[in-house]
């Protein structure tokens, strides 16, 4: 009978905990809800790119983002101890953090679609619009790893073992960077090579290339390679260095017309062309 207070106790513990964890991600859920709401009620009014694009990107992102924002602010309240408590706020921490880099990354997707819609790639003449394009999707993909890489680093470092770790390898740091240097010398000159491509632009997106006996337009660049859509739907896919290496012919380097020969395949009598009553040869 002793034992009946501290479970009733512990169990009342335990709904205010599940309590307020649940009431923190419905709370959270209905502002999203309530933020989209009003934005989608505005996007049937006036239709503008920037709502539509935001109501489609950062759905998803936000259902995730507001509940645990509202459950990092409302966990303070919840009656548990100090070991159960801390470990449940660096799960809510780390959720957080990979909510907002998520709805960070969708950001880029909206920015994007701003540019697409200012600047059309389908004009005739789009020879600006190829270069913009081409440094704002290096710049995109650059941006993407870079949000990746610090909400990565963030969660890790959250840890106090992993800042340890961290600590322990910058004293050999000399010797690691001499390794991986020459492990990844590879992927490091396509990157190298990428921002060189980006900035000083030999190749464009949209670009018509003779590359290797194939004529194409290029149709996308990564940070390790660029895909050539060949005329007859194929695609050649080849590393960034290769463009700075060894050559190839660029037909819209200049310009976004295009010159090509043309050969008609006729009869040997059209060269005789009549002249008064005799024939004359071209």
């Not at 941006?143 to 610090?150: D, E, K, M, N, P």
């Not at 963030?154 to 840890?159: A, G, I, R, W």
């Not at 337009?217 to 060894?246: A, G, M, Q, S």
Request: proline share 4%; aromatic share 12%.
């Amino acid at each position: 009978m002793d034992h009946f207070p501290d479970l009733t106790d512990h169990l009342r513990f335990l709904l205010q905990t599940a309590g307020i964890i649940a009431a923190s991600l419905f709370g959270g859920w209905l502002v999203k809800v309530i933020i989209f709401a009003l934005l989608n009620a505005y996007n049937r009014r006036e239709q503008t790119l920037l709502t539509q694009s935001v109501a489609r990107h950062l759905n998803s992102p936000s259902a995730w983002f507001f509940p645990v924002l509202a459950l990092s602010f409302m966990l303070p309240l919840t009656p548990l101890e100090d070991r159960p408590f801390e470990v449940v706020r660096r799960l809510v921490e780390t959720a957080l953090i990979a909510t907002f880099a998520w709805g960070l990354v969708k950001t880029v997707d909206v920015a994007q679609d701003l540019v697409e819609e200012h600047y059309r790639l389908d004009q005739d003449d789009n020879f600006r619009v190829r270069k913009l394009f081409t440094q704002l999707q290096f710049v995109k993909k650059l941006a993407v790893t870079l949000i990746i890489f610090v909400a990565t680093a963030l969660v890790l470092m959250s840890f106090a073992t992993v800042r340890k770790i961290g600590t322990g390898l910058l004293t050999s740091a000399g010797i690691a960077s001499v390794i991986i240097g020459f492990a990844a010398q590879r992927s490091l000159s396509n990157l190298l090579a990428g921002f060189q491509i980006a900035f000083t632009q030999p190749i464009r997106l949209d670009d018509v290339l003779v590359v290797e006996g194939e004529w194409g337009r290029v149709e996308e660049i990564t940070f390790t390679y660029v895909v050539l859509r060949i005329w007859d739907e194929r695609r050649l896919v080849l590393p960034l260095n290769y463009f700075i290496e060894k050559p190839f012919q660029n037909w819209t380097r200049s310009t976004s017309q295009l010159l090509g020969t043309v050969f008609l395949y006729t009869d040997y009598t059209i060269l005789l062309m009549p002249c008064g009553r005799s024939f004359s040869a071209w």
